[in-house]
């Protein structure tokens, strides 16, 4: 019998582990509490449901290709060059065409250990190599990375905060490890998480885009800004790599109630400012809650918490995430991050926050029978 033809996939493709996002539903027709993918309890601004609705009018026209609107929004918000913004669906598009223009067959890229999987799928789908550096205490180590910087080395991926450990490189690290990088090796710094942060010596990654030629930061309107649904992101670049990456992603790659919903939402700073103190309230209240039940949880500078479970006993990582769905509770294993032990927790509504310390209470001190 002749073999099957068709086409063939590039060697290494079917290799790539696909992304698998956390757990939205559960069986059954209850509600659920979710808070495996780091939304915000609050939602998008009424401001940006009010011009989304309106773009309805507009359904049957294609978009303003370069997002000038929504660049000049951002602009004007942060103090930058909107010349020297890209936007695209998603932070995650942005990455990728950062891969696409940067990487290919016998380069190298580098991410720590515990970095964000979508790192991995772009170098690997560019036929590059990923480079792995170990962390010290679940936090991105600059000397790892430094050491592992090669002839080959093109592009260094860090997220600051990081996702899932909720840890992050103060600016000085951030400077060390720009400064100890060849000139020819590009800095991408995902800042997905930096509303939430407030610690004195964070900052986003702008100043090093602005003071050097290698450096990009990423940023996205799905956390703090209630956008997820709509796919929506940014980078703020040097003028000759946002040239780079305007000529190879998709002419019309922003939909119009996006950017509609986008330059809205950036207008209601009010309700970001909302979102962030209910962050920080509820952070430091579940970090302590969960801690004196006896999990332990990575100190988190975003929104959400990486929970620690024990191994044995009937208390780990995998038997807290089925007790927690029979009471219709959501959280995100980790287990393809390298840490199969816990499980990673949304700062979710005041609710939602009690609902989820009253279950783990419960499981931790052996209370509650399985539920059919």
Known sequence: MAAKRGPRVRPGVLDIAPYVPGTSALPGAHPVIKLSSNETPFGPSPRALEAYHAAASSLSRYPDGSARS????????????????????????????????????????????????????????????????????????????????????????????????????????????????PDDVLLVLDAAYAEYVRKNDYETGIELVATTDNTVMTRTFSKIYGLAYLRLGWAYCPTEIADALNRIRGPFNVSGPAIAAGVAALADQAWVERAVEHNEVWRSRMTEALAAIGIGVTPSAANFLLLHFPKGNGRSAPEADRFLHERRIILRRVGEYGLPDALRMTIGSEEENRAVIGALTSFMRGNGAARS
């Open 70 to 181: 929504l660049r000049e929004a951002i602009a004007k918000l942060y103090g930058l060059d909107a010349g020297r913004i890209v936007c695209g669906a998603g932070s995650d598009e942005v990455l990728n065409l950062l891969a696409g223009a940067y990487l290919g067959p016998g380069d190298e890229a580098i991410y720590s250990e515990h970095g964000f999987l979508v790192y991995r799928i772009a170098i690997l789908a560019r036929g590059a190599t990923p480079v792995v550096a170990p962390e010290t205490d679940l936090t991105a180590n600059v000397d790892a990375i430094l050491a592992r910087v090669s002839p080959a080395t093109r592009l260094v991926f860090i997220a600051n905060p990081n996702n899932p450990t909720g840890t992050y490189l103060a600016f000085d690290e951030v400077k060390r490890l720009r400064a100890g990088l």
